[in-house]
């Protein structure tokens, strides 16, 4: 097993690249930039700031998402057009 010179702040730096290009997925960015589990969540638990620069990505995703949802929508997919009222209507009766 090679030993791993990287500082801390450079595997952080490394798993957040690999976690915007995973698509906000946790196991694959940690895994793809060989970090193990415990010390991402650790990580993810002490430091504020990656932290939150964990929230921002899985917050650009969910946008990448939702347009993805609303332009189904514009074509008028049904399933598609239920789950949105689902989701954002229940005050008007959709459940």
């Known amino acids: 097993m090679m030993k791993d010179n990287r500082t801390i702040e450079e595997k952080k730096a490394a798993v957040l690249k690999e976690l915007m ?7 694959i960015a940690y895994t793809r930039a060989n970090v193990k589990k415990t010390t991402f969540f650790k990580w993810q638990a002490e430091d504020r700031e990656f ?32 789950f949105y009222l ?9 459940k």
Do not use: H, P, T
């Not at 989701?87 to 009766?93: I, S």
């Open 86 to 94: 689902k989701a954002k209507a229940k005050d008007r009766g959709y």
């Open 51 to 82: 932290a939150f620069k964990i929230k921002e990505i899985e917050e650009k995703w969910v946008d990448v998402v939702e347009d993805q949802l609303l332009n189904l929508i514009s074509l008028g997919d049904r399933a598609s057009i239920m």
């Open 21 to 27: 290009a995973a698509k906000a997925i946790k196991s």
